[in-house]
């Protein structure tokens, strides 16, 4: 068991560490070659859709190298090969031909196509990356499309600075004046040049990706992001310091209205939630269900609290490939105990009988949906032969990895919990048979307490929501994790004071089947999310096409699903101990 943690451990720091080129000290003398690998090409608006630097008929250069990749970077769909650009250390170049070609008319027309989409390249120098369009579109006849004209660049201007020996900055130019023709289907010939400058900076080395960092931190987007976190915790202070002051005031009443029943004659009818003390505790229906659904959740949230304390120490800096998706899928394979324990435990508890059935459910909660969309995505990608397709060594690493490491330590989390002997501490006797539960207003049943539980905590998201979205699924640079952490923290306090809440005027209202609404209420603010996507999807993004279109809603799914495990077992728990702690505070026969 040690040596399985030293060693995804080490696949870890392995995976998540900084990610270095082949000169790995980063130290060059001058006209050494420093390494450029050209990533991947693809429609600025679909950031799923890309494809391999070569699948355009860019001029390919002998003996192209494939640089091996971390199980992250794949993930990420980058693809690096080497580039067909020599920028040797300190080496200037002004308008060198790397290559004369004759484009036929289907490439031709291919680079058109890919024009009219708005086509960006990415590639690494030294680890830096560099992003510029391949060409334009010139709509001077705005009104119609068959007037407007298409051109690809063929001169790229690279800019360099330097520190001594050591690459600080670069940035690529795309020279508007040196173009070809693209517009008719007929053979170019194109001379594709590029121009290398070399300048000195004092900018140290330690901190040249601080430039990427500092997008995302400028005044007028932290007044944004503080503005959204002091609207949500003045709003969240309001609501729930107004529900806090009623609970607390009804409580009062209602333990001093009991208390005085216990002294009056035993003949009095008891009403609201001391009514139902007999049946409040009677375990919920599907039990095994429920039981995984907490395990399930339970691992979701530590997953993102340790995700929260690598980005919070620096790990995921802007365009480190890949570290999130290695952090990812290697704290999912560790934390899977936790979902075992967790849901054994709580199941055996619940008086159940069939633990290994409930573990299977476990362990297929959450990873059945998402492999299901994978697959399918995954057959998208293949289809449209886009770099987002995982090769087949990457899928057999991603199995092993669930074969050797998850569902090991699943069944052992699982055996622990079965053997752990926890009772369920419930402070009143459950009678033998169920009260009938009162004819309830519309308002009462589950869907419209969700959307009430659902809207608090997603009002106090939804702002910084468009940032996390215009990052992962566009090209923005998102590394403010302190602040994303606050809102997680507003999300989670939130989440659990509205379910209390509503659990509450539930057993007032003498319905004690409040474990299941519970857990629903909680996740329900999963649900608003995945409304939001919709709403993202048609009014602020530019995304277009079946491709991008399945990712982002299939993916967005996963995620919504996930959110909804997690806040719904954040809010069974606060809802438990509330409940819990009523009924302990009375004297139940």
Known sequence: MTMLLLLVGALIFSGVGYVRSDASDHRYKDGDTVPLYANKVGPFHNPSETYRYFDLPFCVPEGVKEKKEALGEVLNGDRLVSAPYKLNFRDEKDSEV??????????????????????????????LPIWGFIGKVDKEIKSDPSGYKYFLYKHIEFEILYNKDRVIEISARMDPHSLVDLTEDKEVDAEFMYTVKWKETETPFEKRMEKYSMSSSLPHHLEIHWFSIINSCVTVLLLTGFLATILMRVLKNDFTKYAQDEEAAD??????????????????????????????????????????????????????RGALFTALVVIYALTSGIAGYTSASFYCQLEGKSW??????????????????????????????ATAALPFGTIVVIVLIWTLVTSPLLVLGGIAGKNSKAEFQAPCRTTKYPREIPPLPWYRSAVPQMAMAGFLPFSAIYIELYYIFASVWGHRIYTIYSILFIVFIILIIVTAFITVALTYFQLAAEDHQWWWRSFLCGGSTGLFIYAYCLYYYYARSDMSGFMQTSFFFGYMACICYGFFLMLGTVGFRAALFFVRHIYRSIKCE
């Open 267 to 320: 003949d009095l009818e008891e009403t609201g939630w001391k009514y139902i003390h007999g049946d409040v505790f009677r375990f919920p229906t599907h039990n095994s269900l429920f039981a995984a659904s907490l395990g399930s959740g339970t691992q979701l949230f530590t997953l993102t609290i340790f995700i929260f304390m690598l980005a919070l120490v620096g790990v995921f800096y802007p365009y480190n």
């Open 98 to 127: 790397y290559c004369k070609k004759k484009l036929s008319k289907e490439e031709v027309k291919l680079f058109r196509q890919a024009v009219e989409k708005d086509y960006y390249f990415q590639m690494y120098y030294d680890d």
């Open 356 to 385: 290994v059935r409930n573990l299977l459910l476990t362990g297929c909660l959450f990873c059945g949906p998402l492999l299901l969309t994978f697959c399918f995505l995954n057959t998208v990608a293949i289809t449209y032969t």
